[in-house]
């Protein structure tokens, strides 16, 4: 990879303030995945610590729900049993690169199109496999509403390492992106992989969960009550993994989530990249719309580029 280990690499910290840029993405326009992907149960068993009786899985939109880009959000709700979805890129363009990807939705349910499926096909199209995890939800513990989802999340990664080799995966370029709460999900998840968070279960546990790379689209979780410092439980460090940064300045979930741990981040000596927006709102994932902050993605690939995330596969 292009990056520099963790204790040599400089610090690489950017704020933009964007204006209008391109084109709409092309891949983000509701085309389909062209391959149905493989799906696998994240536990062998039952998920640590659950004990929610739920009502079944399904999708919980309704007619009156609000729409994106004029189309409606898949809202999965009641998740018991968490899974991988596996979307693979054409041969011919897959660099070998992974992310994990966390819809959002409140920790009350999950934006799985919008936040997950069309994530994993901007991703093909770029030539990195795309893994929609769809982790456990409503949250199970008041007190960490976070707890379920990070579980499955340091699960998730450990999974796709140990299978890299099967999926013809780069176990070097094991990324992962969230939105919203899923931003939350996969922050806590590169910022506290020295942490184990459920007891082991197999020989999976025993990998790394540190993802190499981190995207966070208009993440929550990360602020204070009063928006004013990182909530206290956060341990950010040089061994964080380098991070992308995506958020709106109208948004209802404060800009200040992201600015805090982007400056955070600079201040231990970590590497991040952020791009604040003047207007967007939440919710947007990377439906086109006349907002600037939806050709994210464009800025996305060209820091993965950069990164070396996108080189050839080895």
Same mark, same amino acid.
């Given at each position: 990879?292009?990056? +520099?280990? @963790?204790?040599?690499?400089?610090?690489?910290?950017?704020?933009?303030?964007?204006?209008?840029?391109?084109?709409?993405?092309?891949?983000?326009?509701?085309?389909?995945?062209?391959?149905?992907?493989?799906?696998?149960?994240?536990?062998? *068993?039952?998920?640590?610590?659950?004990?929610?009786?739920?009502?079944?899985?399904?999708?919980?939109?309704?007619?009156?729900?609000?729409? @994106?880009?004029?189309?409606?959000?898949?809202?999965?709700?009641?998740?018991?049993?968490?899974?991988?979805?596996?979307?693979?890129?054409?041969?011919?363009?897959?660099?070998?690169?992974?992310?994990? @990807?966390?819809?959002?939705?409140?920790?009350?349910?999950? *934006?799985?199109?919008?936040?997950?499926?069309?994530?994993?096909?901007?991703?093909?199209?770029?030539?990195? &496999?795309?893994?929609?995890?769809?982790?456990?939800?409503?949250?199970?513990?008041?007190?960490?509403?976070?707890? *379920?989802?990070?579980?499955?999340?340091?699960?998730?990664?450990?999974?796709?390492?140990?299978?890299?080799?099967?999926?013809?995966?780069?176990?070097?370029?094991?990324?992962?992106?969230?939105?919203?709460?899923?931003?939350?999900? *996969?922050?806590?998840?590169?910022? +506290?992989?020295?942490?184990?968070?459920?007891?082991? #279960?197999?020989?999976?546990?025993?990998?790394?969960?540190?993802?190499?790379?981190?995207?966070?689209?208009?993440?929550?979780? +990360?602020?204070?009550?009063?928006?004013?410092?990182?909530?206290?439980?956060?341990?950010?460090?040089?061994?964080?993994?380098? +991070?992308?940064?995506?958020?709106?300045?109208?948004?209802? #979930?404060?800009?200040?989530?992201?600015?805090?741990?982007?400056?955070?981040?600079?201040?231990?000596?970590?590497?991040?990249?952020?791009?604040?927006?003047? &207007?967007?709102?939440?919710?947007?994932?990377?439906?086109?719309?006349?907002?600037?902050? &939806?050709?994210?993605?464009?800025?996305?690939?060209?820091?993965?580029?950069?990164?070396?995330?996108?080189?050839?596969?080895?």
């Amino acid at each position: 990879m292009k990056s +520099m280990p @963790i204790s040599a690499r400089s610090l690489r910290f950017r704020a933009v303030i964007s204006l209008a840029v391109g084109a709409c993405l092309a891949c983000c326009q509701g085309s389909v995945l062209a391959d149905e992907p493989l799906v696998l149960n994240l536990w062998p *068993a039952e998920p640590p610590d659950e004990t929610a009786k739920l009502s079944p899985e399904g999708d919980r939109t309704k007619p009156t729900d609000r729409l @994106i880009a004029g189309r409606r959000v898949a809202r999965i709700g009641d998740v018991s049993v968490p899974q991988l979805a596996v979307y693979k890129p054409p041969q011919a363009i897959d660099t070998g690169a992974v992310v994990v @990807i966390c819809p959002g939705g409140g920790h009350h349910i999950l *934006a799985y199109d919008l936040e997950g499926t069309e994530v994993a096909e901007w991703l093909n199209s770029i030539g990195v &496999t795309g893994i929609v995890l769809k982790y456990r939800v409503p949250f199970r513990d008041p007190e960490r509403r976070y707890r *379920a989802a990070l579980q499955d999340a340091q699960r998730a990664v450990r999974l796709v390492r140990g299978n890299a080799n099967e999926w013809k995966l780069d176990p070097r370029r094991i990324g992962i992106c969230g939105f919203s709460a899923g931003g939350e999900t *996969a922050a806590l998840a590169s910022l +506290m992989a020295n942490e184990q968070h459920y007891p082991a #279960v197999d020989e999976f546990d025993k990998l790394s969960s540190r993802p190499d790379f981190t995207i966070l689209v208009y993440p929550a979780g +990360m602020a204070d009550a009063d928006n004013r410092q990182l909530r206290d439980y956060i341990p950010v460090n040089a061994e964080a993994p380098p +991070m992308f940064f995506v958020h709106a300045f109208d948004d209802p #979930v404060s800009v200040q989530h992201s600015l805090l741990l982007a400056g955070k981040l600079s201040q231990v000596g970590g590497s991040a990249e952020l791009h604040v927006f003047a &207007t967007g709102g939440h919710g947007y994932g990377l439906r086109p719309t006349d907002d600037a902050v &939806t050709q994210w993605p464009i800025r996305a690939a060209q820091w993965l580029r950069e990164q070396g995330t996108l080189a050839p596969r080895p």
